[in-house]
């Protein structure tokens, strides 16, 4: 009897180490495509830019790791932007503590780095911006979300700093400032190319 009891003792605690290892529910892996919600914007002490089409497509995997690989800004006024150096990679998606009317967690886009043509002076002038940008990340019940209407996974850039990278006009201010809310959707199958798989950070 006492061996049974033993073997029972060695089982449960087992079986409890292998749920301390293993979160309650894993975070989504596959592609992934980011669209825009509402405008996203690049301003500078000298003015900027704004588009109201913006889409982003990469990958991320259940740790969190997060890669863009394709990245599109158009209907733009006040500047012509365009993604470069793609893929940025070493990005990632982090849960936070929860806080009540708060995020649940993070989302940092590494490597990034955006082509903004800009009037300033009455010239036209190139400014390169980039850097790791982090924004907060809501899942689609969150109460808190950026933009209520809309139930899915979102992403929040509210005025995150991107520093002037070389080959930048000497015009260009030495920091930009980019805000944007995206949601963030996988797909429905590997490879399928549709995206309507809904995320959520554990």
Known sequence: MKTLHALAAVTAAGATALALASPA?????GNVQASL???ASVTTSLG???CTSSTLTGNLASSGALTV???SFSSCSGATVTAQNLPWTGGN???S???PGGRDGTA???GFRIRAVVSILGSSVTCIYGGNVTGNAYNGTNPARPVAANNQFQIALNNASAPKLSGSNFLCPGTASVTATYQLLGE????SGVYNQTISLP
């Open 25 to 29: 529910s894993a975070l989504y892996a």
């Open 37 to 39: 919600l509402g405008t």
């Open 48 to 50: 900027g830019g704004s």
């Open 69 to 71: 690989s394709a990245a």
């Open 93 to 95: 998606i982090t849960s």
């Open 97 to 99: 503590t929860a806080v």
């Open 108 to 110: 940092t886009l590494a």
């Open 188 to 191: 429905s199958s590997p490879g």
